[in-house]
């Protein structure tokens, strides 16, 4: 079974950073795709970020590039997304997602392709 616990969300003012970690207890998931979402309040779950098993692709929203970054540390079994500049429409609860399939082809942005998802860490950010 694969087991994903978000942690490192909080409070913090526009303009500040978190950095979010996404750890694997039990089964790892160094050889699956990760990816992270996100969802406000009264609005649809969307992509934020998406990484390659082996890190050697990566996959942004227009809405993050250039202030998010997504790593992952296969030996750790833990994927983080490292937030700067962050803004107030970027409070959401944010949860980690392993594609549980060997996919050809460019990294899925599509919450539908991804298998198994953590419960979620809390993001605000306020103005």
């Known amino acids: 079974q694969v087991q994903l616990v978000e942690s490192g969300g909080g409070l913090v003012q526009a303009g500040g950073s978190l950095r979010l970690s996404c750890a694997a207890s039990?089964?790892?998931?160094?050889?699956?795709?990760m990816g992270w979402f996100r969802q406000a309040p009264g609005k649809e779950r969307e992509f934020v970020a998406a990484i390659r098993w082996n890190g050697g692709s990566i996959n942004y929203a227009d809405s993050v590039k250039g202030r998010f970054t997504i790593s992952r540390d296969n030996a750790k079994n833990t994927v983080y997304l490292q937030m700067n500049s962050l803004k107030p429409e970027d409070t959401a609860v944010y949860y980690c997602?392993?594609?549980?399939?060997?996919?050809?082809?460019?990294?899925?942005?599509?919450?539908?392709?991804?298998?198994?998802w953590g419960q979620g860490t809390q993001v605000t950010v306020s103005s």
């Open positions: 039990g089964r790892g998931f160094s050889r699956n795709d």
């Open positions: 997602a392993v594609d549980g399939l060997r996919r050809a082809g460019t990294l899925t942005t599509s919450l539908n392709d991804y298998d198994y």
